[in-house]
């Protein structure tokens, strides 16, 4: 009864209304979007543009944007373009002076960098565009094509899909402005969440059909599921909590300080990055063995082809290590964080303030990334254990993955944005007990 009572609650509060009607009404635009297939294309010829996009990697890009992509739709390159960019200019702020002093500019230049970014999006939106029409006429019939010239076809194709993906990245403005926040994050939970219905389905066919057990061992994949969610939750919610001590401060009759705080050092502080960047690592040799056309790697790389086989998931596995420890170091800065406590008068108890404070933060952060990264290896590889012990390849897509880790931090995201309206009108939260923690820093919702 408390969901019901929950449910009434957030109909009650005007705004709240408002803001989740107004997210459900943008998404229906963009899942509208989806369907509408490109100018001068057969939709019945894009069946081998379904086959191809079935599984793979390919099948990860369609799964991203909701279908768009086998569809051949104005909104084919989705949103990954600008996620791209944005991970392009994030780094480029470690490396490079003036977009350090960017970031040191306040509103002003965070403005500079979002319209860098944006610029940086087309650029990308632009290449994406001419290698996803040249990928469509190797796998379309000619006959599905009204036309294949440049002129008539594929310069007009490359500016409706980026206009397309630009007015995906203005929904997602507007949710997170006019919506629930977190706009971009939660167009990307949507395509994803929009294959569930087919992947499931198809599942149960195999089960029933195909791969038999029938609905005994469909019953056992959904609990193995449901543990692989939990899991992932704790991985997303996990913190060490580090204590801080400020000292007291007496400003004319008013007391401040004194009390004991905490710092919330995450878990998995690097949030899906790292698997993001070990699969375009894991691509990058197999799309030059396969434009060399090397007889002598033709071994090297049906290996690394095979998301199922050994070599490529432990060589998967052990980049997400590394890269969540190197994307950890360049987002946690302990050297900041011991001069802010310093400033405001902080110190962590039995710790000496400056340097002292620095090193004892980062052993820490050393010694919690190790089982966060590992177990996020683990949570990466599932599917290919999941697909190796019969499951459909698009329901095993679910076990694990990033598809899973969006799903996981947007979700809780979203839900500590409700609770924190419901909150504040001095209504219960969505849980009888506890709070829902805030999002993740390095998942989708920072972007």
């Not at 009650?12 to 803001?19: D, G, V």
């Not at 490359?158 to 977190?182: C, P, Y």
């Amino acid at each position: 009864m408390k969901l019901f009572d929950t449910l009434k609650n957030i109909w009650k509060i005007e705004e709240l209304k408002t803001r989740i009607l107004t997210t459900l009404g943008l998404i229906l635009v963009y899942r509208l979007g989806t369907e509408i297939v490109l100018p001068g294309i057969d939709p019945h010829g894009l069946q081998a543009l379904k086959d191809q996009t079935s599984s793979g990697v390919l099948g990860l890009l369609d799964m991203f944007s909701g279908g768009a992509f086998s569809n051949a739709s104005v909104f084919a390159l989705g949103i990954m373009p600008y996620i791209s960019a944005s991970i392009v200019v994030q780094l480029l702020g470690i490396a490079v002076p003036y977009f350090q002093r960017l970031q040191k500019e306040g509103e002003s230049g965070r403005r500079k960098i979002n319209q860098i970014t944006r610029y940086l999006t087309l650029v990308i939106l632009v290449l994406q565009g001419s290698a996803y029409l040249t990928n469509l006429k190797a796998q379309v019939p000619v006959e599905a094509f009204v036309s294949t010239g440049f002129w008539q076809f594929q310069l007009p194709s490359i500016v409706i899909m980026a206009a397309g993906s630009m007015f995906v990245l203005w929904l997602g403005e507007r949710i997170t402005d006019k919506g629930i926040g977190n706009g971009v994050s939660i167009i990307i939970m949507i395509g994803i969440i929009a294959r569930l219905p087919f992947a499931f389905v198809a599942e149960v066919t195999s089960r029933v059909t195909q791969q038999g057990g029938g609905l005994v061992a469909f019953l056992i994949e959904l609990i193995i599921l449901f543990l692989v969610f939990c899991g992932s939750i704790l991985l997303v919610q996990g913190t060490r909590k580090v204590p801080v001590q400020y000292a007291k401060r007496i400003v004319g009759n008013k007391q401040y300080g004194g009390v004991r705080q905490y710092i919330p050092l995450k878990i998995n502080a690097a949030g899906v990055m790292p698997i993001i960047f070990a699969q375009a690592i894991m691509l990058l040799p197999v799309s030059l063995i396969n434009f060399s056309n090397a007889e002598g790697l033709s071994g090297f790389a049906a290996a690394f082809s095979d998301f199922t086989g050994f070599w490529y998931n432990f060589t998967f596995f052990v980049l997400i290590v590394a890269f969540t420890y190197f994307y950890t170091a360049i987002t946690v800065n302990p050297m900041q964080m011991s001069e802010d406590m310093k400033k405001n008068g902080g110190f962590i108890p039995g710790v000496k303030p400056g340097r002292k404070t620095m090193e004892f933060l980062d052993t820490i952060m050393s010694r919690i990334t190790l089982p966060g990264s590992i177990f996020l290896g683990i949570v990466a590889i599932l599917p290919a254990f999941a697909q190796i012990s019969g499951v459909n390849h698009q329901f095993a897509q679910f076990y694990g993955g990033t598809s899973l880790l969006i799903l996981v931090g947007v979700v809780l995201d979203t839900l500590q944005q409700i609770e924190s309206h419901l909150l504040m009108r001095h209504y219960d939260g969505l849980m009888k007990s506890g709070r829902i923690k805030g999002k993740n820093p390095g998942g989708p919702a920072a972007y």
